[in-house]
């Protein structure tokens, strides 16, 4: 019942609001999910809890729902609970998924099933998958458990990506795969994607975007995830349930029905596989892994063989005095790849704005396009003044070898990321071979594609938002950014211009179709297309009821020294942010992303005390340190972190109650997450020799400013944040206090 789901997720996002893992707020929302799974009609409901993570300490867990069946075999249903942060009410991400997991245990709980049914809400998904990994690791029954299905946002009937992945190159079983694709299309509804172009490269490094489905994959466990639409502005306080489409969550429930159904009697055994799957409409491919290796040996043996011919065929090269023509055409491809890279920047000096693609991506990748065609024609008169040779076969060679290159290097990270420059080989390579202009033109235009896809995937909205998050705003690093950006993409671009011009040179008719690409006409034309989408892209809203502007307004107060300073900051520019406070009355009018204020006398420096014993025992040349650590907030802290490292980088004998971890340096951290007792005690225990001193760090951080301050900016959210930080350096020879 799509009402049914909604008025949950309402409740989450809502009532509850934003749910962070550990907060009083997460743990509210997982003794709701309990109540409705016994409320469904689950023999057994309860929170697993989990107090430590791979990361901090913290008061997070997991909400569990189970329905005994007439067989032990189990199907685990899962969401998860938490929100990314204090200020972000997570309807989509993953209130939905949470939503649809309670819904389901409404409607399933009223059937006679042969499998036992577990439904879980998971916390701390968005700090590192933490819920899911406590479950596979401390559920009694995990070996009773043969099929998970994970609901991760559940917005909309846009694309809905299927995500049987795992690091590694693991993939989730090829029948759990057919199944998903099979009742999803049964269902009667549509947009069903694999994004193999993302995921190859996500999970190249071992790990990437995933979500709680992996740990079970990781032990073994056939799982799959349902995520839709990850463009939206998930992560963000625009997460909200108003900009929520209600009509996903009936649709990813239905999916994950259908599936339970179709597996309840019987699950295929199978554990979780290596292959590269490509979906298309509703027909999965899947190709071993030694088929890559097969099908990228013999392209590149095709290619050679197209070397071979295109040396045998050529007719009497004059290339007297002609050098470096590779560099050349490279150099060319640096200002053909510039001229659309930044192209978004026309825009951004007129209009003031850092990043005015935010809300319009797919309008700045057509501008871009057209700003590349634009300069096409002087591009190529460059090029015939530098004189680039004729001799097809030497620039089909650099392409090939380039491609080549490409494809061992990254087959070392995953040879699931090889197939894209194969790819773009084989069609490099079938276009020699093919005698008509027309076709030769149309696999040349295509050889690239699959080869940027690795950079403008599938997920290429949420990569490219997160990353401008962090890029630098000032004049040289952010040369440096664009400039690597565009040295990278013109790489990736290098073999198809050397193949494209390969090509030029042996048929005469594609350089007639290059002419007239570059005539004076087509010049026009695409200036002409130029001048009107910019002219668009001027009056078009940088910002949508979807996507805001983020400022994040920080007081960052040094204890020992009794100093603080205000720091605004954004990803864009702060012209235009309002500030009205004590001492404080501006409105900022400016092209910085950092701003900062002085705030002595402004800032509440009471909010945390801190108060320390130390106990002393000597024992030969060592001094054993017993402290007890006592911090009093004002209010719950969102985070803390206390470290102790040592000046000669060695921690012998160090404990505390707490969890902890080890850095490179030797230094010990204690972190908690999120929204603690506002009183803390930490126990620490050390030794030391006398020459040796240890150096206590401390941060804590509030979700709210220490200070009465007013902060308004046009389509933008305000992210508030105060940190007290101290620090205090025990010696052998210092006595209790």
Known sequence: SQDSATSLLHHLAVDIGPRPMGSPAERSALRFAVEKFRMYGCDTAYIMPMTYTSIANTRSGIAIGIKYGQRGKMIVLGGHMDSAGPEIPGADDDGSGSAVVMECCRVLCRRPLTSTIVFCCFGGEEQGLQGSKYFVNNFTELDSVALMLQADMANGTGIIDMDPDVGGGLSAPR??????????????????????????????????????????????????????????????????????????????????????????????????????????????????????????????????????????????????????????????????????????????????????????????????????????????????????????????????????????????????????????????????????????????????????????????????????????????????????????????????I????????????????????????????SFVLFVVLLGYLLIVPVYNTLWFKRVQVSADVDMNKGNANLIVRSPEYLDGVTLIG??????????????????????????VRITRTDSITKTGSLFDHSIILKLQNATSPYTMEVSYSSSKNVLSSFSTPWKYHTLNDGSKRIQWYSFLDSVILIPVHCRMQKTDSIRENIAVTFAQLAMPLTVHAED?????????????IYTGEESGQ
């Not at 298309?280 to 095709?302: A, D, E, M, R, Y």
């Not at 390969?502 to 004076?520: E, G, K, N, Y």
């Open 716 to 728: 933008s959210y305000i992210i508030r944040r105060t940190i007290y930080r101290a620090d205090h």
């Open 582 to 607: 004590k001492g404080i009355d501006t409105t900022l009018r400016c092209r910085h992303t950092t701003v900062n204020f002085i705030s002595e006398g402004r800032i509440d420096t009471s909010w």
């Open 498 to 525: 050397y193949g494209g011009v390969a090509l030029v040179r042996q048929d005469p008719m594609i350089r007639a179709f290059v002419s007239v690409l570059t005539s004076r006409v087509a010049t026009v034309a």
């Open 175 to 496: 029948w759990l795969v057919r199944a998903a694709v099979e009742e999803f299309s049964s269902l009667g509804y549509h947009h069903l994607r694999y994004p193999t172009h993302f995921f190859s490269l996500n999970y190249a490094s071992g790990s990437g975007a995933g979500s709680d489905h992996e740990p079970f994959l990781e032990k073994g466990i056939p799982a799959i995830d349902f995520s839709t639409d990850v463009n939206k502005p998930i992560h963000t306080p625009r997460d909200n349930f108003d900009n929520f489409q209600r009509r996903g969550l009936k649709r990813t429930g239905d999916l994950l029905v259908r599936l339970v159904e179709r597996f309840d009697k019987h699950i295929p055994p199978g554990y979780p596989e290596r292959y590269w799957l490509y979906l298309i409409g509703s027909t999965p491919i899947f190709v071993p892994i030694w088929g890559i290796w097969i099908f990228s040996g013999c392209t590149v043996l095709l290619a050679l063989l197209a070397v071979l011919v295109l040396r045998k065929g050529r007719t009497s090269v004059t290339d007297q005095g002609v050098k470096w023509s590779g560099a050349k055409l490279l150099l060319c491809t640096f200002i053909l790849v510039g001229s659309g890279w930044l192209s978004s920047d026309i825009v951004t000096l007129i209009r003031g704005v850092r990043y005015p693609w935010v809300a319009s991506l797919s309008s700045y990748y057509f501008f871009a396009a057209v700003t590349m065609m634009l300069v096409f024609r002087p591009v190529s008169a460059f090029a015939r003044r530098l004189r680039i040779t004729k001799d097809a076969s030497s620039l089909f060679l650099r392409a090939s070898i380039i491609l080549a290159l490409i494809i061992g290097s990254v087959s070392l990270a995953n040879v699931k990321l090889a197939v894209e420059p194969t790819v773009c080989l084989l069609l490099l390579a079938l276009a020699t071979f093919i005698r008509y202009p027309a076709l030769k033109v149309l696999l040349f235009l295509l050889s690239p594609i699959w080869l940027l896809r690795l950079v403008f995937s599938e997920w290429d909205g949420l990569i490219f938002r997160s990353v401008s998050e962090s890029l630098p705003a000032s004049f040289l690093p952010s040369i440096a950014v664009n400039g690597g950006i565009i040295v990278f993409l013109s790489i990736i671009l290098l073999p198809a």
